[in-house]
């Protein structure tokens, strides 16, 4: 019986002991996940303070076809835009978090809906049938960030 007990506690023991050690490891991986993306951005901003590179987990959406556009984002009160290089339409874009704030450091010290120059991931969602947005000719829907920074005259050649 005596070594029963024994053999319970110490696997009672060991049970506590892997899951400080998973939580640990859970921690750690965040904390370099985190470290890795302000490096980034903070690599960039030294070479250049104009322009912002994201490498982001891959959020696709299964069962939708992602493309690859390049063209310039405008945000404000009521407009959600994005005009893509070569096309005279605009689209509706679902501007998640992430695109918003890449919008906002980028547009922070210039006039309101100051478009910025994007390369994205995206998902076309279709003509929306109601808000602002269907006004548009389409809804884009933003997978990931893949460049974003401020116009220059060589975007879109």
Request: net charge negative; proline share 2%.
């Amino acid at each position: 019986m005596m070594k029963l007990k024994c053999i319970f506690k110490l696997l009672l023991v060991l049970l506590v002991v892997n899951l400080v050690l998973i939580s640990c490891k859970e921690k750690q991986k965040k904390i370099i996940e985190n470290f890795s993306n302000e490096k980034i951005v903070a690599q960039n901003s030294a070479i250049n303070t104009d322009t912002l590179v994201y490498a982001e987990k891959d959020h696709s959406k299964s069962g939708s076809t992602q493309i690859i556009s390049k063209g310039r984002i405008t945000l404000g009160h009521e407009v959600s835009a994005f005009s893509p290089c070569g096309d005279d339409n605009d689209f509706w874009i679902w501007a998640d978090e992430e695109v918003k704030d890449v919008y906002y450091n980028l547009t922070k010290d210039k006039e309101p809906y100051t478009p910025i120059f994007v390369s994205i991931e995206i998902i076309d969602r279709g003509k929306s049938e109601d808000g602002f947005a269907a006004e548009y000719k389409s809804t884009y829907e933003v997978v990931k960030v893949l460049e974003a920074r401020n116009i220059s005259d060589m975007d879109c050649d």
